[in-house]
Protein backbone atom coordinates (compact mmCIF):
# COMPACT_ATOMS: atom_id res chain seq x y z
CA UNK A 1 0.00 0.00 0.00
CA UNK A 2 1.78 2.94 -1.60
CA UNK A 3 1.23 6.51 -1.74
CA UNK A 4 2.46 7.01 -5.42
CA UNK A 5 -0.62 4.50 -6.25
CA UNK A 6 -3.81 5.20 -5.43
CA UNK A 7 -6.43 2.89 -4.61
CA UNK A 8 -9.73 2.91 -5.85
CA UNK A 9 -12.60 3.28 -3.03
CA UNK A 10 -14.10 0.19 -4.37
CA UNK A 11 -11.43 -2.43 -3.62
CA UNK A 12 -11.93 -4.21 -0.82
CA UNK A 13 -10.14 -7.32 1.20
CA UNK A 14 -11.77 -9.91 3.84
CA UNK A 15 -10.96 -9.98 7.16
CA UNK A 16 -8.38 -12.85 6.82
CA UNK A 17 -6.28 -10.91 4.31
CA UNK A 18 -6.65 -7.73 6.94
CA UNK A 19 -4.91 -9.46 9.63
CA UNK A 20 -2.34 -11.15 7.04
CA UNK A 21 -1.63 -7.43 5.74
CA UNK A 22 -1.65 -5.89 9.42
CA UNK A 23 -0.01 -8.92 11.51
CA UNK A 24 -2.72 -8.56 13.66
CA UNK A 25 -4.67 -11.51 15.85
CA UNK A 26 -8.87 -12.04 14.90
CA UNK A 27 -9.19 -10.69 18.40
CA UNK A 28 -7.49 -7.20 17.83
CA UNK A 29 -9.13 -6.89 14.51
CA UNK A 30 -12.24 -7.13 16.18
CA UNK A 31 -11.31 -4.52 19.05
CA UNK A 32 -10.35 -2.22 16.05
CA UNK A 33 -14.10 -2.42 14.79
CA UNK A 34 -15.73 -2.25 17.93
CA UNK A 35 -13.79 1.15 18.38
CA UNK A 36 -14.26 2.62 14.71
CA UNK A 37 -10.44 2.45 14.64
CA UNK A 38 -11.09 0.79 10.92
CA UNK A 39 -14.04 1.17 9.22
CA UNK A 40 -15.65 -2.35 7.46
CA UNK A 41 -18.50 -3.87 5.68
CA UNK A 42 -20.52 -7.17 7.45
CA UNK A 43 -22.10 -9.67 4.51
CA UNK A 44 -23.84 -12.15 6.71
CA UNK A 45 -20.50 -13.54 8.71
CA UNK A 46 -17.94 -12.12 6.36
CA UNK A 47 -15.94 -9.01 6.90
CA UNK A 48 -14.93 -6.56 4.75
CA UNK A 49 -12.19 -3.68 4.64
CA UNK A 50 -11.94 -0.94 1.89
CA UNK A 51 -8.18 -0.85 1.02
CA UNK A 52 -8.32 2.66 0.61
CA UNK A 53 -9.02 2.98 4.84
CA UNK A 54 -6.10 0.88 5.87
CA UNK A 55 -3.67 2.75 3.77
CA UNK A 56 -5.34 5.91 5.17
CA UNK A 57 -4.76 4.00 8.82
CA UNK A 58 -1.21 3.43 7.99
CA UNK A 59 -0.84 7.11 6.77
CA UNK A 60 -2.46 8.74 9.41
CA UNK A 61 -0.29 6.80 11.64
CA UNK A 62 3.23 6.70 10.11
CA UNK A 63 6.24 8.33 11.74
CA UNK A 64 8.87 9.04 9.68
CA UNK A 65 12.51 8.61 10.28
CA UNK A 66 14.54 11.03 12.34
CA UNK A 67 17.71 12.56 10.79
Known amino acids: LHDALP ?3 D ?3 DNQEFM ?3 NIS ?3 A ?3 RD ?3 IGYCQLGNKIYYR ?3 IQNLLN ?3 KPKKK
Open 30 to 32: QSW
Open 60 to 62: ENY
Open 51 to 53: LKD
Open 26 to 28: KRL
Open 35 to 37: SGF
Open 11 to 13: LFC
Open 7 to 9: ISD
Open 20 to 22: KIM
